[in-house]
């Protein structure tokens, strides 16, 4: 059972424009989510993330918005520049009080820029 | 600050041997994590430790799965038999308090190709 999905394997987009990722979750217990990059050969890096006591988050050209109601996130990227051709997974969280909890991902979306 | 170090990069086994693999987290991080990750899929948590406890081993295959954490700092995952289906990166991750709230930092990997 899939808890967080991403039902786009693979986004194209032309640089400049606006990249839009969505991601679905349903474990009504999740409280903090984020979005991870990643490169071939490489583990996954911190892009931005959000609490579930906020609807946005911003952080220079990356937006995340959580549609609560919805059960639904998505990561918007202005302007897309071809550095952001990556792997992109939604990771979803709760806080069991014995520290951080492990990350439940979803499958990831292949961005891919074009020039 | 240096990152989460792991080895080796890659390793080749054939099936029903053994393997493990080593981790040295962020320093000062006291949680620990270890993903699988599928080709295709999103890391899935194995296990986490906080400091050199285990809080959370419950999609740890236990029966040919083990891993550890002597002293709260490095850490080991270790497989004993290998199966065809172990082929997969192996991801270790760690985070700490003082960071941002679920912010967890991943190493590189270790690609294990299991023959």
């Known amino acids: 059972d899939q808890q967080v999905k991403q039902n786009s394997p693979s986004l194209s987009v032309q640089e400049g424009r606006i990249s839009i990722l969505n991601c679905d979750y349903t474990?009504?217990?999740?409280?903090?989510f984020l979005w991870y990059k990643k490169y071939p050969a490489e583990g996954p890096t911190f892009l931005i993330s959000i609490s579930s006591i906020k609807d946005k988050n911003e952080d220079g050209r990356f937006t995340v918005f959580l549609n609560k109601s919805a059960k639904h996130l998505s990561l918007h990227i202005v302007p897309s520049q071809p550095g952001d051709s990556a792997v992109y997974f939604c990771?979803?969280?709760?806080?069991?009080?014995?520290?951080?909890?492990?990350?439940?991902f979803g499958k990831g979306t292949h961005l891919i820029i074009q020039p | 600050e240096a990152g989460v170090a792991q080895s080796p990069r890659y390793k080749i086994i054939e099936k029903r041997q053994s393997v493990a693999f080593w981790c040295n987290p962020i320093s000062g991080h006291a949680t620990l994590y270890w993903y699988q990750q599928i080709l295709g899929q999103g890391p899935k948590l194995l296990i986490q430790?906080?400091?050199?406890?285990?809080?959370?081993d419950s999609q740890l295959p236990k029966d040919r799965f083990s891993a550890e954490r002597l002293k709260g700092v490095d850490s080991t995952l270790k497989i004993q038999p290998a199966k065809l289906e172990d082929s997969a990166v192996y991801l270790c991750?760690?985070?700490?308090?003082?960071?941002?709230?679920?912010?967890?930092?991943f190493g590189p990997g270790t690609r294990l190709t299991v023959l």
């Open positions: 991750a760690s985070s700490s308090w003082t960071g941002n709230y679920n912010e967890q930092f």
């Open positions: 990771a979803a969280s709760g806080y069991s009080g014995g520290g951080a909890d492990g990350l439940t």
């Open positions: 430790f906080q400091n050199n406890g285990v809080v959370d």
């Open positions: 474990n009504s217990m999740f409280d903090y």
